[in-house]
T-cell receptor, first 115, second 111 residues
């Protein structure tokens, strides 16, 4: 079974530009999560989808971040306009439908650098 | 509010030593606890998942324990090897579906 994949692996953009990150979860996983780690800090939750619905977006830092999951398959996270403090590693994870005890499987992350 | 702390922040040991990494959390109402490994510039590799009803899990040279009442988990690594050098992260799932991560322990095993 293929794991969670993320694209791109690295992105370097200038402040004010737009970047879109993509996550493909494991097939059959209804739950999809976005997390990020900024320099020197712990990994923090951004939001959670169940299929195409946003279940919890309490971790989204501000309205420059927009996440979508059209059709309940892959998800995109758009940052517009990007700021310097958005630099970090963005992780996507997915888990099977059902109980909250299910394991989350993480992708390799997208390293975003905003100059 | 759930907070996860990992001690020590960094650890350097000679090859062959047995070692213990610590994770503590403030709210004992958790669904599970997961230990991850992260290599520099890489993603997260799941090591062990302990459900709230379990006390420990083992995989090869790794053993993780969970004591919910005291808000603690330990990751025991037996006979450490240079290939074990990485950052080890502890994460708890509490209340909702999201994980709360610790800041990690950077481990270096010297040959």
């Amino acid at each position: 079974e293929a794991g969670v994949t993320q694209f791109p692996s690295h992105s370097v953009i200038e402040k004010g530009q737009t970047v879109t990150l993509r996550c493909d979860p494991i097939s059959g996983h209804d739950n999809l999560y976005w997390y990020r780690r900024v320099m020197g800090k712990e990994i923090k939750f951004l939001l959670h989808f169940v299929k195409e619905s946003k279940q919890d977006e309490s971790g989204m830092p501000n309205n420059r971040f927009l996440a979508e999951r059209t059709g309940g398959t892959y998800s995109t996270l758009k940052v517009q306009p990007a700021e310097l403090e958005d630099s970090g590693v963005y992780f996507c994870a997915s888990s099977r439908p059902g109980g909250s005890g299910n394991e989350q499987f993480f992708g390799p992350g997208t390293r975003l650098t905003v100059l | 509010k759930q907070e996860v702390t990992q001690i020590p922040a960094a650890l350097s040991v000679p090859e062959g030593e047995n070692l213990v990494l610590n994770c503590s959390f403030t709210d004992s109402a958790i669904y599970n606890l997961q230990w991850f490994r992260q290599d520099p510039g890489k993603g997260l590799t799941s090591l062990l998942l302990i459900q709230s009803s379990q006390r420990e899990q083992t995989s090869g040279r790794l053993n993780a324990s969970l004591d919910k009442s005291s808000g603690r988990s330990t990751l025991y690594i037996a006979a450490s090897q240079p290939g074990d050098s990485a950052t080890y992260l502890c994460a708890v799932k509490a209340g909702t579906y999201k994980y709360i991560f610790g800041t990690g322990t950077r481990l270096k095993v010297l040959a």
